[in-house]
């Protein structure tokens, strides 16, 4: 079936820097990838949307200059959390559609960022 | 603005059992609602679908209902088994492509 893989599952970093978030799909092409931020015991929310060769989508409340996102192939999405901070530090998850219909999501494993 | 919400209260049952889960959404229905299974700090799986105009679906030991009436999807585990201890997504979907809304989910504790 198939698998999104995302690296970094875990990642801690100081105040102020960025930090990379890759999402792979690797063994299907996904021309369109979502992004989402889970805080604990809370609902998966969409960040945005990826579009290969185009400018995400983001959604209302999100800055689109603190999570930059990059979508350069049919199989790469990256995500960047610039200048972090403590409020950033959640759960992070990428999804493709699987082309099974009906916006079924394959996830990855998540990323896991703990901003000191 | 639609809401999907989940019963945050985890709920506990003996190995065995049916476990049932409830999905309430607001407004009007959506075309489609998705259940997926999250285990802790792992990406959510997807595990049924069902449209507006099916009443039930089933997949093995899941079975799913969608009530346009009490606007609510109820989920069941028949003959729970501690593996399926996990945290279960309601997600309603409204486009023909791309965004879902997702329920802050309902943690099962299955013991033996």
């Known amino acids: 079936g198939a698998v999104v893989s995302q690296h970094p599952s875990r990642v801690i970093c100081k105040s102020g820097t960025s930090v990379k978030i890759e999402c792979r799909s690797l063994?299907?092409?996904?021309?369109?990838m979502f992004w989402y931020r889970q805080f604990p015991k809370q609902s998966l929310m969409l960040m945005a949307t990826?579009?290969?060769?185009?400018?995400?989508?983001?959604e209302q409340g999100v800055e689109k200059d603190k999570f930059l996102i990059n979508h350069a192939s049919l199989t790469l999405s990256t995500l960047t959390v610039t200048s972090a901070h403590p409020e950033d530090s959640s759960f992070y998850i990428c999804?493709?559609?699987?082309?099974?219909?009906?916006?079924?999501?394959?996830f990855g494993a998540g990323s896991r960022l703990t901003v000191l | 603005s639609q809401k999907i919400e989940q019963n945050s209260e985890a709920l506990n049952i003996q190995e065995g059992k049916t476990a049932t889960l409830t999905c309430n959404y607001t407004?009007?229905?959506?075309?489609?609602l998705q259940w997926y299974r999250q285990d802790p700090g792992r990406g959510p799986v997807f595990l049924l679908l069902i449209r507006e105009n099916e009443k039930e679906k089933r997949k093995e030991r899941l079975k799913v209902t969608f009530d346009t009436t009490l606007k609510q999807s109820l989920f069941h585990i028949t003959a729970s088994q501690p593996a399926d201890s996990a945290t279960y997504l309601c997600a309603r979907g409204d486009d023909s492509w791309g965004k879902l809304q997702f329920g802050a989910g309902t943690q099962v504790v299955v013991t033996p």
């Open positions: 407004n009007y229905s959506p075309a489609y």
């Open positions: 990826s579009n290969e060769g185009s400018k995400a989508t983001y």
């Open positions: 063994d299907f092409q996904a021309t369109t």
């Open positions: 999804s493709a559609e699987t082309g099974t219909g009906a916006n079924v999501l394959t």
